[in-house]
């Protein structure tokens, strides 16, 4: 995509030392999430990520049980991507979301406005299932938000888990916000902005498929009730990805496979989104995490049993 080009040659070096994913040492340890007694799940608190990739914290590396990673960090095409987690583009014109910020008259262009997320404190801390405060600052230091973010690693089957991740932003900073995407600012389709979750980039790229639609073309913009990514370059390393929208709001799924493999829900897929002071977004995604690759039925019935168990919690 363009908005890594310019960012990627000046963090290159960067973004390399960062493949390693570890916290500074001055930050938060990395937390292992666990499944069926496997540590599925690393969260990290993204405190040695360059400044111009939008610092924040993440999740890297998620694996399937049986230990194929599906997740990716500052990929050289993309160095702003960060495993799982969420980020956006343009909140009262700060980047949360790292490398260049796509404007109307000059398109992609590398400004000074990154902002970053500091983790504040855990609210509650299980082998299973994790709550964090976290602040969203300008690149001046100014509160523009406070999120709580909710991850859990949800048991399934001997084959399966589901990652359920729920942020709840809301509005601090006193006036109105608005949330943009290059899409809101004239790059049609590319609203992305939210959760988002990179996958590893293979020679093949990954299948896209939804109930009744196949391809990415397809399922990109749309507002599909599931969405799965089924990649891996070998039979022992085949792996499956299946997201759902859970919660009131269903935004539209942004979807790339040909160029990278990434899935996120998009805040401001075509139009602004105001949150008024005080205001809050609340949006949950839960993702099917399987080894293998998973037909339809299979795919139906993991999703369902997912949402029973995120609701049932």
Known sequence: ????????????????????????????????????????????????????????????????????????????????????????????????????????????????NHGRQEHRAWTSAGAARRAERVAWLSRAGEALCEEVRETAAVELDARSWALHLRTRLRNTSGRDLEVNSPATKGRPGAGYGGYFWRAPKEEAPPRCLGPEAEGEAALHGSRSPWLALLGGSSADTRWTLVFEALGAEQDPWFVRAEEYPGVGAALAWDSPLTVPPDGEVDRQVVTVVADGHLPRPDIAELVARARDAVTAA
């Open 1 to 112: 995509m363009a908005e890594q080009t310019e960012a990627a040659r000046r963090a290159t070096t960067a973004g390399t030392a960062q493949q390693g994913g570890g916290a500074a040492a001055d930050g938060p340890a990395a937390v292992k999430l666990r499944c069926r007694g496997v540590a599925v799940a690393e969260w990290r608190a993204g405190t040695d990520v360059p400044p111009d990739l939008s610092p924040r914290p993440y999740l890297h590396p998620v694996r399937t049980l049986g230990g194929t990673v599906v997740t990716e960090v500052s990929p050289g095409d993309h160095l702003h991507h960060l495993g799982v987690g969420v980020a956006v583009p343009d909140i009262d014109g700060t980047s949360f979301w790292g490398g260049t910020t796509f404007t109307r008259d000059r398109g992609p262009v590398l400004l000074d």
